[in-house]
């Protein structure tokens, strides 16, 4: 990187996206998209974790009834 290029490059046809010179990497500079994605992001993994204890649960009960049904 030259002392003339600047740090941060802008994508074309991206307002809020820059590009690090220095690294290469793409940067977002919209805070809010980029908080949206997190939320949405922590919503998703609570749901899969939620729908891994129902699934874990079910299991479970599934076990608990077939070691009924052996008994008789």
Known sequence: MSTEEPRFLKV???SYLVR???SNAI???NTTEFNNYKNQKQKR???KNRIDQ???DV????SL???L???D
């Open 54 to 56: 129902i699934e874990s």
């Open 27 to 29: 940067i977002n500079q």
């Open 65 to 67: 009834l077939k070691q």
């Open 12 to 14: 074309e046809g991206h």
């Open 69 to 71: 049904l052996d008994k």
């Open 45 to 47: 993994d609570i749901q």
């Open 59 to 62: 299991s479970e009960i599934k």
């Open 20 to 22: 690090d010179t220095m």
